[in-house]
């Protein structure tokens, strides 16, 4: 917070911007986001006024996680999706990386796995061409997720075959369901 004061004090937007983001990302690692969302709401302000896009899209980035944590996923997908533009205009690799990671990790709590991976694998693109070690944690979570089904997936049709009646080891008679027809 002393930081913050002193960035105030000398007129430093910028360095003020940065200063709340940082705020903002320790509260959520803190476990406190709506605290956090204030301080990266403050951050992506400020940013916009001094025209810092790679600060913008790292206050994008920290909002979205806040947003992620109190359970606002359409929120924060937007918030990542807004940081991806922006660090896709400025070809910033490894910020684009760890925003589709983070993106792939709220699609899959949003139970869309298909877009999920599809981030995950873009993130994983990078990293390995980044050389970078997170790319390990990535592919573990492309492999978890391979060939699972949305949680929220459940059958809109259960077949009535075989009957719940037939017992374990007996044989259906004749007269059950015609299929293929």
């Keep these: 917070m002393e930081c913050l004061q002193l960035r105030r004090q000398l007129g430093d937007r910028a360095g003020e911007a940065l200063a709340l983001n940082a705020i903002g990302w ?20 400020l940013f916009c006024h001094t025209g810092y896009r790679l600060g913008q899209a790292q206050a994008c980035d920290s909002l ?26 400025l070809g910033e690799l490894f910020g684009q990386a760890d925003t589709l990671a983070r993106l792939g990790d709220t699609r899959a709590a949003a139970a869309d796995l298909p877009a999920a991976r599809d981030a995950w694998q873009q993130a994983l693109d990078i990293l390995e061409n980044l050389r970078h070690a997170g790319a390990a944690q990535v592919r573990a979570k492309l492999r978890q997720h391979q060939h699972q089904p949305p949680a929220t997936m459940t059958p809109r049709y259960r077949p009535a075959w075989p009957p719940k009646s037939l017992r374990v080891g007996e044989r259906p008679s004749r007269s059950g369901p015609v299929i293929g027809r």
Excluded: S
């Design 64 to 89: 979205g996680y806040a947003e992620h944590q109190l359970g606002h996923l359409d929120h924060a997908t937007a918030c990542y999706e807004r940081a991806l533009g922006i660090l896709r205009d």
């Design 26 to 45: 320790y509260h959520i690692l803190l476990g406190r986001p709506q605290q956090a969302r204030i301080f990266c709401q403050q951050a992506l302000t």
